[in-house]
């Protein structure tokens, strides 16, 4: 059973200058290319939200907007109740997130990130201290707490960047493709953690190209192609029986006006 609007965009759009040897690459005369584009969509307490579509839909765009890495041209979020417009720092404060894009400082260890984003989040040395001892426990952070992130393996990396993700336990996670280049032991690892974030009452947003995690893990999905938001749904109601893959064809082949 849904709950409360926790996370509510609205109208978001963004556009990117495009540069010179950009318009070369994608052989246009185009200056500008529109990102993201009057995209609306909700999220419940409590829910795994979905967000499906190709490289290049926008996903990232979206997700970086939420969590106010980049501002919209257009648009507003409402975060457990602040705007990612007008008060950005306190959405900081109350969500977490992760992208593969976003690396650690090869330099500095884990056992070291972790405290300085505690004290980022100022959290009290007592409640940081617990925290690390149970999240490096469960992902096995504890063993190269003092390898300098240069040095670990790329699922390590993957699983310290979650766990300082979510030093201050915040009831809101955004994570842009969580299992993007991990192997299937370290995937399910954290496919595993999310479904258990949402069993503590966490919203959980993924976005993801994954039709298989989709399917598994989320209780919501929305699919966006070419910036927009196609089709909104829960996963019965979008799937209808049907595999999400087959579905997300369906849709791409609807949009573009052509069969697949």
Known sequence: MLMGVILSANGLKKTFRLSAKQ??????KDKYRIAVNNLSFEAYEGEIFGLLGPNGAGKTTTLRMLATLIKADEGDAIVDGSSI???PAIVRSKIGFLTSELKLEDFFTPNYLFDFFSKLHHLNPDDSARRKKELF???????FAEVKVANLSTGMK???SL???IVHDPNIIIFDEPTNGLDVLTAKVVTDFLQEL???GKTIIVSTHIFS???KICDRAGIILDGSMVVCETLPDLTANKPLEDVFFDVFAQKAGQTI
């Open 23 to 28: 318009q070369k690459l994608e052989k246009t």
């Open 85 to 87: 417009r007008t008060e």
């Open 137 to 143: 426990e469960k992902f096995g952070v504890d063993e």
């Open 158 to 160: 993957q699983k310290a």
């Open 163 to 165: 766990v300082i993700s």
């Open 198 to 200: 949402k069993t503590q």
């Open 213 to 215: 995690l989709v399917e």
